[in-house]
C-alpha cells in the first residue's frame, strides 16, 4: 500500500509560480511511476505531468515549457514546478503513483490551486 500526501497548494496571480510536492509512503518509490492530474470544477480529470522511475517525462499540450515534474527518490517525494500560470490552470492538483509491475493505482487527497486573473 502506498500512501500519497501533496503540498503546496494555494493562491496566486497570473504569471506566478508554485510548486507542489507528493510525498509517498513505502519502500517502493523508486520503482513507481508518479504523475500530477488536475480536475477544473464541471471536467474530467486530466494528466498534467508524468515521470517514470527511471525519469523520463511526459506533459500535457497545455503545461509544456511552464511546468516541470521531478522526483527525489531518497526523499520518496515527487515535484511539480509550476511557472507562468494562467487562470485556466485552476483546479484540483492530484499526485498519483503507478505500480507498473502489478498496475496498482494510488491517489492522493487533492491541493487547490487558484490563479487569479
Known amino acids: 500500500q502506498v500512501q500519497l500526501v501533496e503540498s503546496g497548494g494555494g493562491l496566486v496571480q497570473a504569471g506566478g509560480s508554485l510548486r507542489l510536492s507528493c510525498a509517498a509512503s513505502g519502500s517502493i518509490f523508486s520503482i513507481l511511476r508518479m504523475g500530477w492530474y488536475r480536475q477544473a470544477p464541471g471536467k474530467q480529470r486530466e494528466l498534467v505531468a508524468r515521470i517514470t522511475s527511471g525519469g523520463s517525462t511526459n506533459y500535457a499540450d497545455s503545461v509544456k515549457g511552464r511546468f516541470t515534474i521531478s522526483r527525489d527518490n531518497a526523499k520518496n517525494t515527487v515535484y511539480l514546478q509550476m511557472n507562468s500560470l494562467k487562470p485556466e490552470d485552476t483546479a484540483v492538483y492530484y499526485c498519483?503513483?503507478?505500480?507498473?509491475?502489478?498496475?496498482?493505482?494510488?491517489w492522493g487527497q487533492g491541493t487547490q490551486v487558484t490563479v487569479s486573473s
Open positions: 498519483n503513483a503507478n505500480n507498473i509491475l502489478n498496475n496498482n493505482n494510488y
